[in-house]
């Protein structure tokens, strides 16, 4: 179940990274080095959020049963 969640999420979170003009921080022209860190940031919140979820439904499942 995990990866079915945590897959799809890294998606999810990478988009919604690179929908934000982070362009003034970085040097310019370092396009890969942005998106290789936000691919970074992205697998780590997808797993933070995946886990979140998970437990959530475990916590819902345990109340149902």
Do not use: C, G, T
Not at 1 to 21: E, T
Not at 24 to 31: A, E, S, W
């Amino acid at each position: 179940w995990f990866l079915m969640v945590f897959l799809p999420m890294i998606v999810i979170v990478y988009k919604a990274l690179m929908a934000v003009d982070y362009q003034k921080i970085f040097y310019r022209n370092r396009v890969w080095e942005i998106r290789f860190l936000f691919f970074v940031v992205s697998v780590a919140l997808a797993f933070i959020f995946a886990s979140a979820f998970i437990k959530v439904i475990e916590v819902i499942q345990s109340f149902v049963s």
